[in-house]
């Protein structure tokens, strides 16, 4: 079963901030928080991942809560091409790790 | 070159036959995965490769055979298809399994259609 649950979808205005909740009260103290986007006809690709503090990278930043129950996904700028589906994934397991994935947010960019 | 190809891109199969899906990724990573993903819904885990051994398999039915002949490759062998596998098949790989914080690259996918 998923362990992260996000809204089914979101609108933005091109270049307009963007923030993509997740909430994943059951995530063990362990479970990295990684979130993965996937562009229409393509495979999913690699955003960003934390455990507890907020994370930056080129890409976006991962601002995670206190207690970790939620993080928020932020697109500083959206641009069209960041129209996309959203999932916010558990990573957990023992000695092999793997994707949960939750249901995700399909992002949709206004021009 | 941080790419993982997949071959066939789309593969159309009668419930009787026996087809093969190809993966490869030439980035040196030690783990590759096998995901199924129907239409508008997430990818879901089916198997996982560490070391070229076989370390999860997510209770996915015999039909579908998961081979890795080498750290490059991986291959999903189907027979006996059912309609309901019809679905787009990702394959994906990282560094290694046993790390929490690698990232997964994940292939094209091929698109299979079960008749």
């Known amino acids: 079963d998923a362990k992260t649950t996000q809204p089914n979808s979101m609108e933005s205005n091109e270049e307009e901030p963007v923030h993509l909740p997740c909430n994943h009260s059951?995530?063990?103290?362990?479970?990295?928080i990684h979130w993965y986007r996937q562009l229409p006809s393509q495979g999913p690709e690699y955003v960003i991942h934390?455990?507890?503090s907020n994370v930056n990278n080129r890409m976006a930043s991962l601002a995670i809560a206190e207690d970790r129950k939620s993080s928020t996904l932020i697109l500083h700028r959206a641009t069209l091409r960041d129209a996309a589906v959203y999932y916010c994934t558990s990573y957990s397991g023992a000695g092999s790790y793997q994707l949960t994935f939750g249901k995700g947010t399909k992002l949709s960019v206004i021009p | 070159d941080t790419e993982v190809t997949q071959t066939p891109k789309h593969l159309v199969m009668g419930m009787t036959n026996k087809k093969s899906l190809k993966c490869e990724q030439h980035?040196?990573?030690?783990?590759m995965y096998w995901y199924k993903q129907k239409a508008k819904k997430p990818p879901e885990l089916m198997f996982v490769?560490?070391?070229?051994?076989?370390?999860i398999n997510e209770s996915v039915p015999s039909r579908f055979s998961p081979e890795c002949p080498n750290s490059s490759l991986l291959n999903l062998h189907l027979h006996a298809l059912q309609p309901e596998d019809s679905a787009l098949y990702l394959c994906a790989s990282s560094s290694r399994s046993s790390s929490p914080y690698n990232e997964q690259f994940f292939g094209p996918g091929t698109r299979l259609t079960v008749l």
């Open positions: 059951t995530i063990s103290g362990t479970d990295y």
């Open positions: 980035m040196g990573h030690r783990a």
């Open positions: 934390g455990l507890t």
């Open positions: 490769y560490s070391y070229e051994k076989l370390s």
